[in-house]
């Protein structure tokens, strides 16, 4: 399968501890995307690489939350400190520069307790 | 602040009839436009898209209509089918495409048999 991989796909946790997520995109899509869905709202966007560089980050990106994608391939989303409304579906995407359209991964759901 | 706008929370129709899916948006900026799909516990999977120089495209079952004077833009299956049953969202780039997507909140598409 070449499409997005999202691990761990369930995470349960409780307030006040750490989490990570992973994300492999596809192979050669240079765009790597990460978004957040709660129940009844569509994906919001929180950030975005291309290649190895952050490029832009949303206000919904707090400080307990940082992303990186060190050599340009997988990226992790990592959470610090989590609390209750940070319990959401992690989604990750990625498309090449010339196609507009984002594959995404089947996501990761976080539920903190 | 919504910039796309899914006002239809839900939507059931006759398999074989057409379902017509809404979408409106505030961001004149707005160039790029897509239909995605979600099954329960899966990720978004695209569908169709549509750049605002053109105001049709089609797909096979799938057509998308784009209303540029009147920020609109709608999803057309025809025939409808049970597999169609799903939630679909509408999502919005600028620049080409090349901002992140903005997404609606989504429509739930029941079709019945």
């Known amino acids: 399968d070449t499409g997005v991989s999202q691990n761990p796909r369930h995470k349960i946790t409780k307030r006040g501890q750490n989490v990570t997520f992973r994300c492999d995109p596809i192979?050669?899509?240079?765009?790597l995307y990460w978004y957040r869905q709660t129940l009844g709202q569509g994906p919001e966007f929180l950030t975005y690489?291309?290649?190895?560089?952050?490029?832009?980050k949303s206000r919904l990106l707090s400080d307990r939350f940082s992303a990186e994608r060190p050599k340009g391939s997988f990226s992790t989303l990592e959470i610090q400190r989590t609390e209750q409304g940070d319990s959401a579906m992690y989604l990750c995407?990625?498309?090449?520069?010339?196609?507009?359209?984002?594959?995404f991964g089947e996501g990761s759901r976080l539920t903190v307790l | 602040d919504q910039q796309v706008k899914q006002n239809s929370p839900s939507l059931s129709v006759q398999e074989g009839r057409i379902s017509i899916l809404n979408c409106d948006y505030t961001?004149?900026?707005?160039?790029?436009f897509l239909w995605y799909k979600k099954y329960p516990a899966e990720g978004p999977t695209f569908l169709i898209s549509?750049?605002?120089?053109?105001d049709k495209n089609e797909d096979g079952r799938f057509t998308v209509f784009l209303n540029k004077s009147a920020k609109h833009l709608s999803l057309h299956i025809v025939p409808s089918q049970p597999g169609d049953s799903a939630v679909y969202f509408c999502?919005?780039?600028?620049?080409?495409?090349?901002?992140?997507?903005?997404f609606g909140k989504g429509t739930r598409l029941s079709v019945i048999a």
């Open positions: 995407a990625s498309r090449s520069i010339v196609l507009g359209e984002l594959f």
């Open positions: 192979s050669e899509h240079n765009r």
């Open positions: 690489f291309q290649n190895e560089a952050q490029l832009e």
């Open positions: 961001n004149s900026m707005f160039d790029y």
């Open positions: 549509i750049s605002s120089i053109k």
């Open positions: 999502a919005a780039s600028a620049n080409s495409g090349n901002t992140p997507l903005v």
